[in-house]
């Protein structure tokens, strides 16, 4: 038996095609323009390409791109003001500031600093604490991801055990406050779990994002099981030749685990497309909700 494969690639185009639906309502019936705006510190490649995309992806929805480039140099301060400039405008109503920043620059305080209402990658403590106590605030796109993904392929979860290997404030811990919400049963797991291996044999579900390459072996998925890998690991590998080739791989062993899951996500190709389209259902969210409107279906 070979595992269906969840492509992330044509559920975040779908969900992006809903969310400019989204946006043409507003437009038409109010008025309103979500506006984006993203902080890009320095020039990190990586960070590049995503500022870049998501701009891109913005500007597609038909909503309003705000960009912002600092040099690598700038002061924690001028950062800081910038962040206030942008909480103070109602163009904006969604704020992400690029990590990593510069080491001089407090991670923790830039994200505290950012209005919790246009905290759109969900990561300010408010946001995670109504979160944990069933409250409406803004969520992590990764995670929110993943539970749509894991709806579309499951429908109802209540009382599936679902296993999370990773406990990072950005996708372990949220994911687990989702999958609670959906009445799953949810264990938290990690590197240093004792006998991982027994704990994700037990799970329905199988959250891998421990950032450590195939940490999760395909032999420890239960038949039929559904598996999320949001790792992304590049590592360095040799072809029959003995010449050393780049590649990406997830957290799980996919060739192995593909024979056992009923359903899995390839990296790449899976879980990270749907982190920028749900950026853009955040941001549309986070507009409605300033705005005193109704968000439009999808």
């Known amino acids: 038996m070979s595992a269906d494969v969840i492509d992330g690639k044509a559920f975040a185009a779908a969900l992006k095609v809903g969310v400019a639906g989204q946006v043409n309502i507003l437009k038409e019936k109010y008025g309103l323009i979500p506006g984006l705006a993203v902080v890009l510190v320095g020039e990190d490649p990586a960070s590049q390409v995503y500022v870049r995309n998501k701009n891109k992806s913005t500007k597609e929805a038909g909503m309003n791109s705000y960009e912002h480039r600092m040099e690598p140099s700038v002061s924690e301060a001028e950062l800081l003001s910038l962040v206030a400039e942008l909480n103070h405008d109602p163009a904006v109503h969604g704020i992400l500031v690029q990590l990593p920043l510069p080491k001089h620059i407090n991670e923790a305080a830039v994200i505290d600093a950012i209005a919790p209402e246009k905290d759109v990658d969900g990561f300010h403590v408010i946001n995670s604490g109504l979160l944990a106590t069933g409250g409406r605030g803004m969520v992590p796109c990764t995670p929110l991801g993943c539970v749509m993904m894991l709806k579309d392929r499951l429908g109802d979860m209540s009382g599936l055990n679902a296993v999370i290997v990773g406990r990072s404030n950005i996708v372990g811990k949220p994911m687990a406050q989702l999958l609670l919400n959906e009445n799953c049963t949810v264990t938290m797991a990690h590197s240093r779990t004792r006998e991982l291996d027994a704990v994700v044999r037990r799970a329905d579900i199988v959250v891998a994002a421990v950032g450590v390459p195939e940490l999760v072996k395909g032999n420890w998925i239960k038949p ?31 060739d192995k685990a593909v024979q056992n899951a009923g ?15 749900v950026l853009l259902k955040n941001t549309v969210t986070a507009a409605c909700r300033q705005t005193g409107v109704e968000e439009p279906e999808i």
Do not use: F, H, S, W
């Open 263 to 277: 359903a899995i996500t390839p990296v790449p190709g899976g879980v990270g497309p749907m982190t920028i389209a």
């Open 224 to 254: 039929g099981a559904t598996v999320i890998d949001v790792g992304i690991n590049r590592v360095e590998k040799e072809d029959e030749q003995g010449v050393k080739k780049t590649r990406l791989v997830g957290d799980v062993e996919y």
